[in-house]
């Protein structure tokens, strides 16, 4: 059993930057593949997703402004988001897959002026 529990979300303008946390319970933590995933519009995107090893691969959409890293110690995976754009607005989902799929309850970024 995995539980999720994303925060860092809020209202940054243009140009700023936030990060987001995802926590996780359970000990297998660094055994699992973890995923950002958002949704804008009943559109969801995969961002970001870092594997047990730390290899990484982003959106194309989000290279070179957002990255993705884990804790194992900590049982965390973040996502440092700079020179958000307004299209960056969404809610910010954790994910992983075990023995089922797990999803966290979701963290709203909104970037405007």
């Known amino acids: 059993q995995v539980q999720l529990v994303e925060s860092g979300g809020g209202l940054v303008q243009p140009g700023g930057s936030l990060r987001l946390t995802c926590a996780a319970s359970g000990s297998i933590f660094s055994l699992l593949r973890m995923v950002w995933y958002r949704q804008a519009a009943g559109k969801r995107e995969l961002v970001a997703q870092i594997?047990?090893?730390?290899?990484?691969n982003y959106a194309d959409s989000v290279k070179g402004r957002f990255t993705i890293s884990r804790d194992n110690a900590k049982n965390t995976v973040y996502l440092q988001m700079d020179s958000l754009k307004p299209e960056d607005t969404a809610v910010y989902y954790c994910?992983?897959?075990?023995?089922?799929?797990?999803w966290g309850q979701g963290t709203q970024v909104t970037v405007s002026s």
């Open positions: 594997t047990s090893s730390g290899s990484t």
């Open positions: 994910y992983t897959n075990w023995d089922r799929i797990y």
